[in-house]
């Protein structure tokens, strides 16, 4: 009897890596193909894009149906086949020589099958979180990540810092990129890893999570940031609290999409060991996958919702917690807004029932600090609400009337990498006769 329970216990964890190890690839596919799409990789190499395309439809028929072997398998050549039109679409857009390193590029980071630890480090605070270990220089990389490697910024503009994390037992790339809300990428590019880096207890590793506060009309409240994954919480008009979260999959079913969507709200409703009413939606969902159809989760284990749970005036949406850790940085929702489980902890005794909110979608992003440095931050157009990040980036800039003051040169190459942080573009003085800013355009409503 014990022989069968063991074995009975052993399938079930196997299934669940299985399981989840397959979102995980799925969803770094997914975001990949639309993060080139928003590239404009259809222009330069149409053949490239047209046969990743037909990588990503192949996986998707073998997900659809449940043969988990084959679809792991086309979405993993569907990442390889992006990685390396990233990397031509990069060199194709490539500064001179001389110009400064650019970072690796940072696709939307996949999920692990790891719990999250209970010593996990806060993820974002008001005043600029600090490195949660003693400093010490990371190894070469093979891709050179310079302008990450700064010094950090204090200025109530910006919050996050650049510093080092100490590796604790269950830690992998995915799970420490979602605690730190930094790209997968980004980790591997900073500290010269491997994106199949096995992390030892201990190990050190150099991230930068810096990152601008977005505009919002809200002086108090809570603002989401889809195009950062970011929660901020502002109390009297000043910033207390920010955490990563995972929002709505760009993808959808054939008639149904999963984007969260924008606009203000109210909390209506918290609840701990919440009861999930499964939307109509997602019952669709599970009868097209051919799963068993339920039309509720009680509290526990198997509950979506963890054990914290806020319901906004927004139809569907909620801001909980999860029992998907691993998710946490990414668009693997279906619209809901996804906390970890600490962080979530913490935001239900911050928030109160009728406190105001609002959803933005801001992919660029700029502050002058108070020492009149500028600083960019470009994030990919995950939904495709923008012309290009690229043309919103000129026109906020001219439009602040910075046009003069910043280096075209660090600002292309911001926009190119999409890194996700606060890049510094000011203009140094020496070059001030040396360059012509582009001329001011007319700022444009997003389509």
């Known amino acids: 009897m014990k022989s069968r329970t063991t074995c009975t216990l052993a399938l079930l964890v196997y299934l669940a890596v299985t399981t989840a190890s397959q979102a995980d690839i799925r969803s770094e596919a997914m975001a990949m193909l639309a993060s080139l799409r928003q590239a404009g990789v259809a222009a330069s190499f149409p053949e490239n894009l047209r046969s990743l395309d037909a990588t990503v439809a192949t996986a998707e028929m073998y997900y659809q149906l449940n043969d988990q072997q084959n679809a792991e398998r086309y979405y993993r050549q569907a990442t390889q086949k992006g990685t390396l039109l990233q990397e031509r679409l990069k060199a194709a857009t490539a500064a001179p020589a001389s110009a400064e390193p650019v970072a690796a590029s940072t696709p939307t980071p996949t999920p692990s099958t790891d719990q999250l630890p209970a010593t996990a480090a806060p993820v974002q605070t008001a005043i600029p979180a600090q490195p949660t270990a003693a400093h010490s220089k990371p190894p070469a990389t093979s891709q050179p990540a310079q302008d990450m490697e700064a010094e950090p910024v204090h200025s109530t503009k910006l919050v996050g810092t650049i510093g080092n994390y100490t590796v604790v037992k269950n830690d992998t790339l995915r799970l420490v990129a979602g605690k730190l809300g930094v790209s997968r990428s980004q980790l591997i590019a900073m500290n010269g890893l491997s994106p199949k880096s096995y992390l030892q207890v201990g190990q050190t590793l150099r991230y930068n999570n810096q990152r ?28 207390a609290y920010a955490t990563a979260v995972a929002l709505g999959t760009p993808t959808k079913m054939d008639d149904i999409l999963w984007h969260t969507p924008t606009g203000r709200f109210r909390i209506v409703n918290k609840a701990k ?73 913490e935001l239900f005794r911050l928030v109160k029932i009728n406190t105001p909110g609002e959803i933005i979608y801001q992919p660029v992003k700029v502050a002058t600090t108070e020492e009149g440095r500028i600083f960019l931050e470009i994030h990919g157009d995950i939904y495709a609400k923008t012309r290009g990040v690229e043309r919103e980036a000129k026109i906020l800039l001219n439009t602040m009337g910075m046009g003069d003051r910043v280096d075209w040169a660090k600002v292309k190459r911001v926009i190119s990498r999409r890194a996700g942080v606060a890049e510094e573009i000011t203009l140094e003085a020496v070059e001030t006769q040396q360059q012509e800013p582009p001329p001011a355009q007319q700022p444009q409503s997003p389509s």
């Not at 601008?212 to 009297?236: A, H, Q, T």
């Open 212 to 239: 601008i506060i977005p505009r919002s009309r809200l002086k108090d409240g809570i603002v989401i940031n889809i195009p950062d994954r970011m929660l901020y919480y502002f109390e009297k008009g000043k910033l």
């Open 273 to 345: 060991e919440p009861t999930w009413t499964v939307p109509p939606s997602i019952q669709e969902e599970m009868r097209r996958e051919g799963k068993e159809v339920v039309t509720s989760i009680p509290p526990g284990v198997e509950n979506p919702l963890g054990k914290y749970a806020m319901k906004t005036s927004l139809p569907g949406i909620l801001i909980h917690s999860t029992i998907k850790p691993w998710s946490i940085y990414t668009y693997a929702s279906h619209g809901c807004v996804r906390v970890y489980p600490d962080r979530m902890e």
